[in-house]
């Protein structure tokens, strides 16, 4: 077959190297960027590469296939397609996965970057496909079954029982870290180890003797979510946590299954009421049935939906989540700082109260969550721009936010002493000031010229866990601390 030349600059010349060649600067690359297990991938590469030229395609052409199969789970092997392939590489190139000899006599129609790849063959065979969309119905409705369960005990939801704001995460999540093991293909012993959290989970939240209206049980509804979301992450990375990379894409799909589980809750809502409103028409009342079955229950599957549309149709989440992260955020960079000066202008900082300062708390998890979900989004190879200036007013804005929270609480503190919400509130604004200094550090360094966005990206990646730790000692440790008040 005819080959186009390679354009790019510092893509291999296929039409003179070999397979080996080729091989070989992949292990190069994954050992001078600290890929673990080298050998390992490199034998399952070896076999991708084997099977698609047992079905008749070329070296270069199963080369460039079974780097991106195995991209999908090793991200510097991703790195490396598309330091050598270009974002072309990110395109859904079609890849005869599953296919048998036989099954891709089909005309090579496609062209990419020089190499002939047949645009007619899925990229997961059709039986595959099958197979997940059902193992991801059963994980749905599953969770959808287990909101139900307290019923059985004399709970009801209708009547806001305490039981399911503490057990509301592990309705769910264990049903998403179940799907990630699968897909990920976790061995059993890797998988119980990856259940046992929420096991623990369940036992501190149900067991705790808390007192009516008590204060550490709303902060273990807060905080057990955020904990039990750090196991998802496990199962999501397919146990290889260590590496920065995975934990960046985990953040990125933490943001783009919010933005699909957004857009299935409106639809939800909008079905919801429309539904209702023909049988009210008719004189049937099903807002009960609504109310107590079809919001909750639709409430928990669309978690495993909106996972798996994430997994399923990337591309179209990745092109919407960047352009929502830039039009919010100069939004709350222009907001946010007029906002502080106007509290200062007043000077209603002195005496924020509690509803106050819960209302603080929740803008700047939010413009948190933006602000991984950005960093995560940008290309770390992109020079600095308008953009990140942006970003760092942004980050600095919320510094000085957090900073009057801080002075807010340590005042309500020295005057009326410690309780959970107080120590908590303290604790979790430390956390966050302290991610927040040194990330506008890395980001005024990138801007100068100083330093790489890789750094400022690193060091989010690192600080995950310090979240999920935080949020593991206010579920474990303050009840029985506060004698569960």
């Known amino acids: 077959m005819q080959r186009k030349g390679c354009a790019k600059r510092g893509m291999p010349n296929t039409s003179e190297g070999t397979l080996e060649g080729l091989i070989a600067e992949w292990r190069v690359h994954l050992r001078r960027h600290g890929a673990v297990d080298v050998e390992e991938h490199e034998g399952l590469l070896r076999e991708q590469v084997a099977a698609l030229r047992d079905a008749n395609l070329t070296e270069d052409e199963a080369f460039l296939i079974a780097v991106r199969r195995v991209g999908e789970t090793d991200p510097v092997s991703r790195d490396f397609a598309l330091e050598h392939f270009g974002q072309q590489w990110e395109r859904r190139v079609p890849d005869p996965a599953g296919a048998v000899e036989g099954e891709i006599e089909l005309p090579f129609r496609g062209r990419m970057l ?77 998988s119980i180890w990856l259940f046992l959290p929420f096991v623990a989970a369940a036992v501190f939240a149900n067991i705790f003797p808390f007192k009516q209206g008590a204060h550490t049980e709303s902060l273990t509804a807060i905080h057990l979510p955020f904990a039990l979301w750090l196991v998802v992450g496990l199962a999501f990375v397919g146990g290889d946590w260590r590496s920065v990379e995975r934990r960046t894409d985990f953040v990125r799909f933490t943001g783009e299954l919010f933005i699909y589980y957004v857009l299935i809750a409106l639809g939800g809502s909008v079905f919801s009421l429309l539904t209702w409103a023909m049988f009210e028409a ?145 604790g979790g604004n430390l956390v966050l000031f302290g991610n927040l200094v040194w990330s506008a550090w890395l980001y005024a360094r990138f801007l100068a010229g100083r330093s790489e966005f890789s750094a400022l990206v690193r060091w989010q990646g690192n600080y995950l866990p310090v979240y999920a730790v935080w949020a593991g000692v206010v579920v474990v440790v303050f009840p029985p601390l506060f004698g569960f008040e």
């Not at 969309?133 to 909101?147: E, K, Q, R």
């Not at 599957?301 to 830039?326: C, D, F, H, K």
């Open 114 to 190: 020089g190499l002939l790849v047949p645009d007619a063959i899925p990229v997961t065979s059709a039986r595959s496909a099958r197979t997940e969309f059902g193992v991801v119905i059963g994980l749905a409705i599953a969770a959808a079954l287990a909101i139900k369960v307290p019923e059985l005990f004399g709970y009801r939801l209708i009547d806001g029982e305490a039981v399911y704001a503490r057990n509301l995460s592990l309705f769910v999540l264990p049903m998403l870290a179940g799907y990630f093991a699968w897909k990920r293909r976790l061995t059993g012993r890797a």
């Open 282 to 426: 008719i004189s049937l009342e099903i807002g009960d049935f609504i109310a107590e079955w079809v919001l909750p229950c639709g409430a928990m599957g669309a978690v495993l939906v909106g996972a798996w549309l994430v997994e399923t149709r990337q591309g179209v989440a990745q092109n919407i989540a960047p352009m929502l992260s830039r039009v919010f955020t100069p939004l709350f960079a222009a907001m946010l700082p007029i906002f502080l000066a106007a509290m200062v202008f007043t000077g209603e900082w002195v005496d924020m109260d509690r509803d106050m300062l819960i209302g603080f708390d929740i803008m700047l998890a939010l413009v948190l969550g933006m602000l991984l979900f950005s960093i995560s989004a940008r290309d770390p190879q992109a020079r600095p721009g308008i953009f990140d200036a942006m970003q760092v007013i942004l980050v600095v804005a919320v510094i000085a936010a957090d900073l009057m929270v801080l002075s807010a609480i340590v005042g309500r503190i020295s005057e009326f002493g410690f309780t959970p919400n107080r120590t908590a509130a303290l």
